[in-house]
């Protein structure tokens, strides 16, 4: 009798050890999935002159300054570096050259903001939209093989890797949240030095903060930071107030929208009834708040035209979607999961900013009221830190719904042109500002720089929409023209279309 109950609990034990093992192992797949790991990949024909030894000719050259170009210029390029720039009485010497007549010649364009996730066709989707750097926000190991294999010679931009954000939750949850969300969980300051240290050996660029780091992991990370001599970037804990990013070693802050919401915290939570008071609030303060940025060196990322697009994703999804260029978004993560409460994805069931089922009408009025003053707000606290002088990163946030790798950097740029930035402030925000803070050796056109560059059909200083006119990409010195960035966009294309499994909206 004794026997038989201990086999039958020995029985019950390892069904349910079957059990949760099968379930880690289904939920662990679904992650891999939703962050783009199974989608196909791209396999490009690219016609690959076998040379990093040319001379771009007769090109218009943007000079140093960015706010002119420097017309019939040769530019001689050996081993992926900018060797020397001359007029066109110049000798090139004996190597190929590729005439640039008619065209203007840009540093690759920075976007400041990125989620790679295991989502490794955006490389070409990046370089074939000229980007050919990135700042990745939450990067994991396999990001960082990737940016060594791009440094030897690999299709993709440079990679900016920040390390996982730094977040505070209970054991239980922190546990979930590490695994499905890629955070780093801390309770204590020694458990945020033993991460730091970790990070820095792993080689990662930068450390996060993200929203949910409660105080005193915040005031660790930044002093491990400073410490290490790593910068320290992101979100504004929920848990600081401005005054402690002035004490903090924080250099820059990836959304314009987080001071929207460090200002909402000081108002006391603003509501559609009190939405024009916060307004008038953040009109009164954003000047004070842009002159502490500049005076603690503070950058801000832009990711204006995401946040503008809440209320548009929550209001009318579909006519989001289907501007979107869902075809070269990866399906895995436009897909999404259902796994997570809220689903994490761009499609209707799953997008992450739709309303609630079954809101009615006089909610969905005053949500409308909430998430357009919410957009006004971060154009306010744009408009004052454009006006004092802070450095602003061109940013989208892309593989966050709905903006698409490459494509979204381009809306970024009208956004900011919208926003009344000029062309060259524009120009600089995704080229010279981001080299600068990222210390890359880019984002110039001058002797010595790698050669990361980008031939325009239009000149972007007369309407920052020639940033889409793109007839060559130059990538760690080799050189796609229109053909090759057509065959990378054509693999992605098919590589998704292979892969999903869900009908995407079109335009009728
Ligand atoms: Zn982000």
Request: net charge negative.
């Amino acid at each position: 009798m004794r026997k038989w109950i201990v086999r039958i609990g020995l029985g019950v034990v390892a069904v349910m050890m079957i059990g949760a093992v099968s379930s880690y192992l289904f939920i662990d797949r679904e992650l891999t999935r939703m962050y783009g790991g199974l989608t196909e990949p791209a396999n490009p024909v690219v016609a690959d002159a076998g040379t990093r030894d040319y001379a771009l000719v007769n090109v218009s050259v943007l000079a140093p300054e960015g706010d002119r170009f420097l017309p019939d210029r040769i530019v001689v390029i050996r081993d992926g570096q900018i060797r020397a720039i001359g007029n066109t009485t110049t000798s090139p010497g004996e190597i190929p050259t590729l005439d640039g007549r008619g065209m203007y010649l840009v540093p690759g364009f920075t976007d400041s903001h990125v989620h790679l996730w295991e989502s490794e066709n955006d490389l070409l989707l990046y370089v074939a939209n000229g980007v050919t750097q990135v700042r990745d926000m939450n990067s994991l190991p396999v990001n960082l093989r990737w940016r060594d294999e791009i440094e030897e010679g690999r299709i993709g931009p440079d990679i900016f890797a920040v390390a996982p954000q730094f977040a505070t939750f209970g054991p239980m949850e922190g546990a979930f949240v590490g695994w499905v969300q890629h955070k780093t969980i801390v309770r204590t300051a020694d458990q945020v030095d033993a991460a730091v240290k970790d990070y820095v050996a792993e080689g990662y660029d930068a450390l996060k903060a993200s929203s949910y780091l409660d105080r005193d992991g915040y005031i660790a990370l930044s002093a491990a930071a400073a410490e290490h001599n790593i910068p320290l970037v992101g979100h504004l804990p929920m848990a600081i107030g401005l005054e402690d990013l002035w004490a903090s070693n924080q250099s820059e802050v990836a959304h314009v929208e987080e001071f929207v919401k460090a200002l909402d915290r000081e108002f006391g939570g603003y509501s559609a009834d009190t939405a024009e008071d916060f307004l008038a609030f953040v009109r009164e303060r954003s000047d004070g708040v842009a002159d502490r940025m500049i005076a603690h060196d503070i950058s801000v990322t832009s990711t204006l035209e995401l946040v503008d697009s809440f209320h548009r994703q929550k209001f009318d999804l579909n006519t989001e979607l289907t501007a979107a260029k869902l075809t070269y978004e990866n399906p895995g993560i436009s897909e999404g999961t259902i796994i997570t409460s809220r689903g994490m994805g761009w499609l209707p069931q799953v997008n992450i900013y739709r309303w609630p089922e079954g809101l009615d009408a006089e909610r969905q009025a005053r949500s409308r009221l909430y998430w357009q003053a919410y957009a006004e707000a971060q154009h306010i606290l744009f408009e004052a830190f454009l006006a004092r002088g802070v450095p602003i990163l061109a940013g989208t946030d892309a593989n966050v719904p709905v903006r698409v790798p490459g494509f979204s950097l381009h809306e970024e740029m009208e956004a900011l042109q919208a926003a009344g930035m000029s062309p060259a402030e524009i120009l600089a925000s995704a080229t010279t500002l981001p080299a600068k803070f990222m210390a890359s050796g880019t984002g110039e056109i001058a002797e010595g720089r790698k050669a990361n560059l980008v031939l325009l059909r239009d000149n972007p200083l007369k309407d920052i929409g020639a940033t889409e006119s793109i007839e060559m990409v130059i990538v760690g010195g080799r050189a796609l023209d229109r053909q090759d960035l057509d065959a990378l966009l054509d693999s992605v294309r098919t590589a998704n279309d292979n892969s999903r499994t869900v009908p995407i909206p079109v335009a009728e």
